[in-house]
C-alpha cells in the first residue's frame, strides 16, 4: 500500500490529522488498532474548559472536526469564566462518550481520499535521513511521503491500580510496542510521562437528592462556526452535580499510600502538575480540609457517573472506602476503579514549529507523544501536523501561527522553544495577548487561512468577510456618533450611569461598564441609522463591536507590543545555522539554540538560557 500521508493512532490528534491531510487532497492512511475506538474519550468524555475552549474554537475556524463533533453529541454546555473579562471566557461541553465516537467514526468514514486501516505499527521506515513509511505486526510494509504519528498514552504503555501493572494505553487496549524502539534507534531522545483517571460510578447507587446541582448554560452557545443553531443542541441536556472530599475520606486514602504505585516508586513517569491525582492532592496541599468533585454523566443511555477530581491508582479497596465516606456516594457501587497510566513520549525541542521532527524529514509528531496532556491540545497539534504536511507535499507554504495569533500558536512555540518534562496543559495565562485571542473571535483571525487551504466552505468564509466589513464600519461609526444630553440622559438615569452636560460619543458611553452596546443603539432614531440596524441584526458582530469598544485601550496596547516585538519573529534564521561555530554566543546559548533551532530571533530570544547579549551577536552575525 502507498499513500501520500500514514496517521498512526485513532485519537483526537489522529483524526485531525487525518482529516486535514484528506480534504486538501492528498490520499491519507489512518493506521488504528480498532476503527471503532476513534476519538475515544480515555478520560472525562468533556471537550473545552479554561483555555481549552479557546483551543476548539480555533480548530473549528480552521477546519477541524472537533468542534462539530461536540455540538452534535453534548449533553451539557457552559461558558466557564462570565463572571471575569471576555479574554477568559471559556467553552465547554459535557459529551455523551459513546456518541462522540461513533459521530468520529462516521465523519472519517465519509472523507474522501482517506482510508482506515485496522494494525499494530512496529516499526518506521526510513532512508538517508527521509520517512518512507512504516513497518506493521502483520509484517506488511505501508509507503508513504509523511508519516505522522499521534499515538497518544499507547507506546510502551502500562496501566496501574494499587501494586498491580498491566500492559495498556486505556481500559481494555492493548499498549503499542515497537515504535519507541525504532525511534530511538535513529537518534530520538525519549521520556515516560504518567496520566491517570477516576473511577466509574453508577447512576442509580447515588444519593442526588443531597447533591449540589450544577446546570447547563439557559442559552448555550455552539463550538463550530457551522452549528445549525435552529437545531442545536441537538442532544436532551443533563446536569452535572458537586460534592466534597473531607478530612475523614483523606484519612482513608493515607491508608492506602505504602501501595501507592506513585509513592512506591513503581511509577517513574511525570504526571500532570494542574491535574493531580486525590492523592497527589492530599500531599501537596496538606491544609485543604476538602477537595471539590463533580460528578458527570457519561452519556444519555450511560449508567457510569465520572467522579472529577479524583484521579486515582491506590488499590480498589481504598478508593472504594474512600469513595463511601463521601457525601451521596455513601451506597455507591463502582462499575470500574481509577487507573494510572505510565507511557512513552519524545521531549517537543526534537520537533519544528510545522512538528516535522529535526531528525526525520517527512516525520511529524502530534499530541501526547509531544508531552502534552488534553484532548484539545492533541487535537490543535495533529491539525496543524497534516495541513503543514500535505502542504509539503503539494509544495505549498508552512503553516505557522505566531503566538499573537492564536493559542495554537502559543501552544506549539511553547513545546519546541522550551521543551517540557511534565504534560503540558494550556492556560489563559501562557498567552501574552489573550485579549486578542478571545475565543469569540477565533473565526475573524484564522478562518482566511482555512479559506485558502480548502478545509471550510467558501459560504463560510464569505461570511466571515462580510461581517468583517460590519464590524470595521460599526467601530468607526460608533466613534464618530455623538449623542446629544437631551437624547441618552433620561436612559443614563435609569441604569444609574452618570448624565453628560452636552454630547458624547456612542464609542466612550459603551465604555462605561454598566452599558451595553445594544441598548444605546437602541435609543430613539438610532436604530433607523441602516448600518447600526445592520449591527443590531447581528448579534455576533454586535458582540465583537461592543468587546472591540469597552477593551480598546487594552487592545491597542497590546497591538502596539506585537508590532514592536514583529520586528523579531520577521527576522528569520536559516534552520542549517551552525551555532557551533559562533564562539561569541554563551556556552548555555549555543547548546539550546543548536538543540532547538529556531526559526526567528523571536523565537531565539524566548528560549530559557538565552540573553539579550547572545540575541545581539545574532543578529550581527546575520547581518554579517
Known sequence: MNFDIIVIGGGHAGIEAASAGARMGCSVALITMDKYALGRMSCNPAIGGTAKGHLVREIDAL????????????????????????????????SDRKLYTEEAYNIICNTENLKIVEESVIDIITENGEVKGLKTASGTDILGKAVILSSGTFLNALMHTGLKSTS??????????????????????????????????????????????????????????????????????LACHITYT????????????????????????????????????????????????????????????????????????????????????????????????EYDFFPPHQIDNTLETKLVKGLYFAGQVNGTSGYEEAAAQGLMSGINAA??????????????????????????????????????????????????????RLMPYAADLGLVEKDLSEGVKAREILISTGLDICSKTKLHARVVNEFLRSVNSSPIDST??????????????????????????????????????????????????????????????????????PLTLNYLILNALSAEAIEKLDRIKPRSIGQASRISGVTPSDISILLVYLKK
Not at 203 to 231: C, H, R
Not at 250 to 269: D, N, R, V
Request: glycine residues 8%; contains cysteine.
Open 63 to 94: 477546519g477541524g472536526i472537533m468542534g462539530r463533533i461536540a455540538d452534535r453529541t453534548g449533553i451539557q454546555f457552559r461558558m466557564l469564566n462570565k463572571s471575569k473579562g471576555p479574554a477568559v471566557w471559556s467553552p465547554r461541553c459535557q
Open 168 to 237: 495498556g494505553g486505556r481500559f481494555g487496549e492493548q499498549p503499542s510496542t515497537g515504535i519507541t524502539e525504532s525511534l530511538v534507534k535513529l537518534g530520538f531522545q525519549r521520556g515516560r510521562l504518567k496520566t491517570g483517571t477516576p473511577p466509574r460510578l453508577t447512576k442509580s447507587s447515588i444519593d442526588w437528592a443531597i447533591l449540589e446541582v450544577q446546570p447547563g448554560d439557559e442559552n448555550p452557545q455552539p463550538f463550530s462556526y457551522q452549528t445549525n443553531m435552529s437545531v442545536f443542541p441537538v442532544l436532551p441536556q
Open 246 to 341: 473531607d478530612l475523614s475520606v483523606h484519612k482513608i486514602l493515607e491508608k492506602g499510600f505504602e501501595s501507592s504505585p506513585m509513592f512506591t516508586g513503581l511509577i517513574i513517569g511525570v504526571g500532570p502538575r494542574y491535574c493531580p491525582s486525590i492523592e497527589d492532592k492530599i500531599v501537596r496541599f496538606a491544609d485543604k480540609e476538602k477537595h471539590q468533585l463533580f460528578l458527570e454523566p457519561e452519556g444519555l443511555d450511560s449508567d457510569e457517573i465520572y467522579v472529577n477530581g479524583f484521579s486515582t491508582s491506590l488499590p480498589v479497596e481504598i478508593q472504594l472506602e474512600a469513595i463511601h465516606k463521601i457525601k451521596g456516594l455513601e451506597k455507591a457501587e463502582m462499575i470500574r476503579p481509577g487507573y494510572a497510566v
Open 391 to 444: 502542504s509539503k507535499i503539494q509544495g505549498r507554504k508552512d503553516l505557522v501561527l505566531k503566538r499573537s495569533e492564536a493559542y495554537i500558536g502559543v501552544l506549539i512555540d511553547d513545546l519546541v522553544t522550551k521543551s517540557t518534562d511534565e504534560p503540558y496543559r494550556m492556560f489563559t495565562s501562557r498567552a501574552e495577548y489573550r485579549l486578542l485571542l478571545r475565543q469569540d473571535n477565533a473565526d475573524r
Open 504 to 573: 458624547e460619543t456612542i464609542s466612550k458611553l459603551c465604555k462605561r461598564p454598566e452599558l451595553g452596546l445594544k441598548d444605546i443603539l437602541n435609543l430613539d432614531g438610532l436604530s433607523d441609522d441602516i448600518q447600526f440596524n445592520k449591527l443590531l441584526n447581528d448579534e455576533t458582530a454586535l458582540r465583537q463591536v461592543e468587546i472591540e469598544l469597552k477593551y480598546e485601550g487594552y487592545i491597542k496596547r497590546q497591538q502596539n507590543t506585537i508590532e514592536k516585538f514583529e520586528r523579531y519573529e520577521d527576522l528569520k534564521i
